[in-house]
């Protein structure tokens, strides 16, 4: 198992506002490797994390530390709304098929070229940080039609389930839901400290379609679609 490591409330420092609704010369969003895949096995959300979890950051390590930022695993409400900006395609309206792709094969929220070119144009302002995952939160968010008028920004929303310091493979049973229909939406979040510095380097979320109509042995993830913050 990796190691991780804990970073307690009086010693966090911010990365700064997450993303909103940015226009078309905002910088794209950060790159990172977290969760490596997710799939459904007897209806239960399987969650694989990352053999060599990283994220890309203008964090400079001298920077103060900002107060109001909230401990390790509690998570705070974020606005709805996709946020635009070009690559904004997708979750809930289509694009799905055209989407570019993350290292791990996930649909990039926001992502694309012009992505890579920012990244080439301020390699002298970027960090590559080694980082642990503290919390893993699990949220689920509606139906697709929901998704379509209501989708939430990158971060950090008000988690069904949080799991302190998780182990390689999570899973999580959708079928003990109350709800009755348990197909649509799931944000999965990773809130990722770093391994070598000590900064907390808030939310990396992805958000997973599930439906139950595609296959009789019960459910499957439909859309992977990684939404990060951006750099």
């Known amino acids: 198992m990796r190691r991780r490591q804990f970073l307690h409330a009086s010693g966090l420092a911010a990365l700064g506002a997450l993303a909103g ?23 239960k959300l399987v969650i694989d ?3 060599d979890t990283w994220v890309m950051s203008r964090y400079q390590e001298n920077e103060q530390s900002l107060s109001g930022v909230s401990p390790i695993g ?28 993350t290292v791990h094969g996930h ?3 926001h992502g694309g070229d012009y992505a890579d070119d920012w990244y080439e144009d301020h390699r002298d302002e970027v960090d590559r940080y080694k980082v642990g995952i503290a919390a893993l939160g699990i949220a689920y968010l509606g139906s697709t039609e929901q998704m379509k008028d209501d989708a939430p920004d990158a971060g950090p929303v008000p988690w069904d389930k949080t ?15 109350s709800e009755f229909r348990r ?9 990722v400290v770093g391994s070598k510095v000590n900064h907390n380097f808030r939310w990396e979320c992805y958000d997973l379609e599930v439906d139950s109509s595609v ?6 993830v439909d859309e992977q679609w990684k939404v990060s913050p951006r750099i």
């Open 163 to 177: 799991i302190q310091d998780p182990g390689d493979t999570v899973t999580y049973d959708i079928t003990n839901r």
């Open 74 to 101: 509690v998570a705070s409400a974020k606005g709805k709304g996709g946020g635009g900006g070009r690559g904004a395609t997708g979750r809930g309206s289509g694009g799905y098929s055209s989407a570019p792709r």
């Open 21 to 43: 609704c940015l226009g078309s010369n905002s910088p794209p969003p950060r790159k990172s490797s977290v969760v490596s895949d997710f799939q459904m096995s007897d209806g």
């Open 183 to 191: 197909d649509g939406w799931y944000r999965i979040g990773a809130n």
């Open 107 to 109: 649909a990039w929220y």
């Open 215 to 220: 296959t009789d042995q019960g459910f499957e």
């Open 49 to 51: 994390l990352a053999d």
